[in-house]
């Protein structure tokens, strides 16, 4: 290996908990969360993100015994190299980091809606309009700081961002705990009705599959965890990994269902369907107060930056690791000196988030629904790698064991490759476009891809396989 491609090993397993923690909860929910129950019902909309956690448990068990066997950077590419090869190892790489950075990309909007919400006199002067939603120039210079914080956290290496991340993420946990329990005791329980909405040409049905299709893209943190274990100080038990990512992703989904059920108790239909923001005027109309409002709007920024600061990190390590195994160009492996953060791959993801700061709040959903379709194709192919990793290798040393095999594996398949589906087909009816803009966005990747793959022949023949895996298998 050539000097300054090694990652410095700072992260304990504490912070790699709440890298996955902070980004499952992140702030999507105060952006979203009235859009949730408008689109599902109060019932539906926490039945979607319950099923979806036990669904996609299956999924995170899969991370968990390939984590365990592979405690690497670049996680699900590592898993696709030596199940299929090279080839699904980029394409998985690809993916997972176009996933990554479009939920940077939703940070990097949200930051500005969120800080110019807060605080109005920040909005400034509207810049321009898009799809008749106004553009000010303060949220545009807000998600321009606000991506100079992140990057500069990141640069700095992974123990500056494990507790940067820890710090944000207790705090949030402390914040949304307290308008939680408000909300409900204030509330009302007329208010949870309808607990679950008839959606023209589908009824209840359609309306629930419309929250259920986004939840990949919201439980995305818990596949921060293969990007982190590269970094981890000491990893005396790998089993650990397996406990962390099972506890987070159940508490992600109690997370979710709770703040549902809070929002839904604390103001009826028509509060949160005339807001910007509905849970911050959910909890405003509970307690008659816009103090709360703007407590609530702290919670969110405390959970946007944890999400933020995570994937923004995870993306970084996946492109570090596919330029280190000279998948891609060899100049995204090189470590700062000092640091030993990959500071080059940082800068890279940094830039791509700049569009971020141009884009609008219609830009919101529609970034949410790419990501998750980007990450229901990952997943997909992680559990297809873990069914041929055991088959290819099936003496070799495993820490975690999955339990429930082969029903438990072949769940996680059917469950991936439904949400793949439904992903592409509602964004397409939803969207009634020739081609929806999400499609268009994949599209876009994939293409990006295809001229990363052949701009870099030269560099992937430069060494040999068995290289390639001594390199992809570098703590």
């Not at 491609?5 to 890298?19: A, H, M, N, P, S």
């Not at 956690?53 to 592979?70: I, K, R, S, T």
């Not at 965890?225 to 099972?246: F, N, R, S, T, W």
């Amino acid at each position: 290996m050539e000097p300054g491609q090694r990652l410095k090993k700072e992260l304990t397993l504490r912070e790699v908990f709440t890298l996955i923690f902070g980004n499952i909860i992140g702030v999507g929910w105060i952006i979203m969360g009235a859009t949730w129950i408008l689109e599902g019902g109060t019932a539906g909309a926490m039945i979607a993100f319950l099923i979806a956690a036990l669904a996609l448990l299956p999924v995170a068990l899969c991370y968990a015994e390939l984590g365990a066997m592979y405690p690497l950077s670049g996680g699900e590419a590592v898993y696709a190299y030596e199940a299929f090869g090279p080839r699904m190892a980029f394409a998985s790489g690809w993916f997972l980091a176009f996933g990554f950075i479009a939920i940077a990309l939703f940070e990097t909007v949200a930051i500005g809606w969120l800080i110019t919400t807060l605080i109005p006199a920040l909005k400034g002067p509207v810049a321009y309009e898009v799809l008749g939603y106004q553009v000010t120039w303060g949220a545009i210079v807000i998600s321009a700081l606000g991506i100079v914080l992140i990057t500069a956290v990141n640069y700095r290496g992974g123990g500056t961002t494990g507790r940067f991340q820890d710090l944000m993420t207790w705090l949030l946990l402390l914040f949304c705990l307290s308008f939680v329990i408000g909300g409900i005791v204030k509330g009302d329980i007329a208010n949870l009705q309808p607990l679950f909405r008839e959606v023209e040409r589908g009824g209840a049905l359609k309306g629930f599959f419309l929250v259920l299709i986004t939840t990949p893209a919201w439980y995305s943190g818990f596949n921060s965890m293969p990007q982190a274990v590269g970094e981890v100080a000491e990893l005396k038990d790998p089993v650990m990994l397996a406990k962390i990512v099972a506890s987070t992703f159940i508490a992600g989904g109690l997370f979710y269902a709770s703040v549902i059920l809070a929002t839904a108790f604390a103001a009826p239909r028509d509060v949160l369907a005339g807001a910007d923001m509905g849970v911050t005027s959910a909890m405003e109309h509970a307690f008659e107060s816009r103090w709360m409002g703007k407590f609530v709007l702290s919670a969110g920024l405390l959970g946007l930056l944890t999400t933020w600061n995570a994937v923004f990190y995870s993306a970084s390590r996946v492109l570090f690791a596919l330029g280190r195994a000279r998948l891609i160009f060899p100049g995204l492996a090189t470590t700062h000196p000092r640091y030993g953060s990959p500071h080059v791959a940082v800068l890279v993801v940094g830039l791509l988030c700049i569009g971020g700061c141009l884009a609008g709040r219609p830009a919101l959903v529609i970034v949410i629904n790419t990501a998750g379709l980007g990450f229901s194709l990952v997943y997909l192919l992680a559990c297809c790698a873990f069914v041929r990793i055991r088959q290819r290798y099936p003496t070799l040393e495993r820490p975690y064991f999955m339990p429930g095999y082969p029903w438990l594996v072949i769940i996680a398949i059917f469950v991936t490759g439904f949400m793949v589906m439904s992903a592409g087909y509602f964004t397409w009816i939803e969207r009634r476009l020739v081609l929806p803009v999400e499609w268009m966005l994949v599209v876009f990747w994939v293409i990006m891809g295809i001229v990363a793959w052949a701009g870099s022949s030269r560099v992937r023949s430069s060494i040999g396989e068995d290289e390639r895996r001594q390199l992809m298998h570098t703590r």
